[in-house]
Every structure is written in structure tokens, then in C-alpha cells.
């Protein structure tokens, strides 16, 4: 049996088979899942493409976190594919943008507001959107799981992306006193520098990532979006069935250490 035997998880945001998001559902699907995955735009036909690469293909959700028709329609679309008494039991937020022209590799002073705003919209305030688009199938409880990057420090080349994620990490804890009633969890995951599509785009994210070589005390697999992908699916499961409001570090030890 795996610890997601019978429990249908929607996972926000998987573009290709090398992001966090593809991982998740991944391994959800081997314990025992149902999964829907989410794409928009033109990544829509990508995302199509890659839910072949699955164990089991998914139903595909066009689904932009940032337009009020597509989160008021959530609820229908998921009733659509899984039926009429359709509910979910997780759902995970693997979303985020920031024009990395002007808001990252070093451009923190520069970053205009415009794109600022952007980033912490898609980033972080569509943590709370995709909540509340959701509750509706939750009735009887479950969790929702966001993917962050340590915001308690000042990165090199993050900049406006590092305050997009303290952001998400304060909506989390938001989320977790306001849903908690109600019997659903909300946590995040901390996850090492991982060489995803997104982290692609980071002007300077080697040395982002240099510093995992010597400081991370279990060590560091940049390729690996697994051990991830394992965290998230037990914050998914009922193994915590009393943690909420939570940041889970996965990144080999390297939040705990000194310089």
C-alpha cells in the first residue's frame, strides 16, 4: 500500500519532466493517487505532451492561477474529468515567475514595480487563490503543500524572487490559521537550488547553487528533484496529521549550518 492510496491530488504548475511539479505528481501516482495536473498558455500543449511521460496519464487542467474565470471554474473542471461527487485531498502549488530581465541576477535596486507586483502575485498571492479555488471539493479536509526557497536570507542573484517567497511563506501560515478549522493543512517545502526550467532562468544561479558543494552536511544532488518531490507526498499523505503552518527543509542540511 502506498500513503496516497485512495486520495486524488491536484498538482499546480508541472511544465516539464525535469520541474519539481512532474516529480510530485510522479511519485504521488506510485503511492497510490489520482492525480490532475495544471498547466496554461502556450505551456498547456507542453504539459499535455509530458502527462504521457507519467506511470499513469492524468487528466490535464488548463488552469492560470492569475485569471478569476479559470479559479471560479476550477471546481466544475475538476468534476468534469473524476464526476459529479469529485473531491480532492491535496493540492500542490508549484508556481512562480519574476522576469528574470529586471527582477533577478543582481537587479534588486533596479526591479520596477510593475514586474514586482507580477511576481508577487503569481508567486505568492495565487498560493491563497488556488486555496481558496479549491476548498470548495475539500469539505472534509486535506492538505495543500507550496514549494519555497528559504526566504529568511539574502541570496545572491534571487533578489525580487527571495521577497516573493517570503511572501509565500507568510500566506502559508495566513492559510494554515484560516483553513486549519476546517480541517485542512497547509505547509511548505524548502527545496535546495534544483536544475529545473526555472532555475534556468536565473542570471548567475551557479553561484546560487556553488555554495550547496560544500556546505550541504548530507550533501547535494542538483539533478535529483526526488527527495523533494518524497517530502511534499508525505505532507500529502495522513503521516502529519497534526503539522500545519510548516517549512520542511530539503536541501541536503544546508539551512542549518553556519558560514
Not at 487542467?61 to 480532492?88: I, K, M, W, Y
Not at 498571492?125 to 507550496?146: D, H, N, Q, W
Amino acid at each position: 500500500m502506498g500513503i496516497l492510496d485512495g486520495k486524488t491530488i491536484l498538482v499546480a504548475g508541472v511544465t516539464m519532466d525535469s520541474s519539481i511539479g512532474f516529480a510530485v505528481a510522479k511519485y504521488a501516482q506510485e503511492q497510490g493517487a489520482t492525480v490532475l495536473i495544471s498547466n496554461f498558455g502556450q505551456a498547456l500543449r507542453i504539459t499535455r505532451r509530458i502527462a504521457r511521460r507519467l506511470p499513469t496519464e492524468p487528466p490535464v487542467l488548463e488552469l492560470d492561477v492569475t485569471d478569476p474565470e479559470h479559479l471560479a471554474g476550477l471546481a466544475d473542471a475538476v468534476r468534469e474529468h473524476l464526476g459529479e461527487d469529485a473531491h480532492l485531498d491535496g493540492v500542490v502549488h508549484s508556481i512562480a515567475y519574476g522576469n528574470p530581465e529586471t527582477l533577478l541576477g543582481g537587479k534588486f535596486l533596479d526591479g520596477p514595480w510593475k514586474d514586482v507586483a507580477q511576481a508577487v502575485q503569481v508567486s505568492a498571492y495565487s498560493f491563497k487563490s488556488l486555496a481558496t479555488a479549491c476548498r470548495p471539493l475539500m469539505g472534509e479536509g486535506g492538505s495543500i503543500v507550496g514549494l519555497t526557497f528559504d526566504a529568511t536570507t539574502a541570496w545572491p542573484v534571487y533578489d525580487w524572487m527571495g521577497v516573493a517567497k517570503a511572501a509565500l511563506e507568510s500566506c502559508s501560515r495566513y492559510l494554515a490559521r484560516d483553513l486549519g478549522p476546517e480541517g485542512i493543512r497547509v505547509n511548505l517545502v524548502s527545496a535546495g537550488p534544483l536544475r529545473t526550467l526555472a532555475a534556468k532562468a536565473i542570471p548567475g544561479f551557479e553561484e546560487l547553487e556553488s555554495m550547496w558543494t560544500t556546505r550541504a552536511p548530507l550533501g547535494w544532488d542538483n539533478t535529483d528533484q526526488e527527495p523533494t518531490a518524497r517530502a511534499v507526498c508525505a505532507l500529502l499523505s495522513d503521516l502529519f496529521p497534526a503539522t500545519t503552518g510548516e517549512i520542511v527543509h530539503v536541501d541536503g542540511g544546508f539551512h542549518a549550518m553556519g558560514a
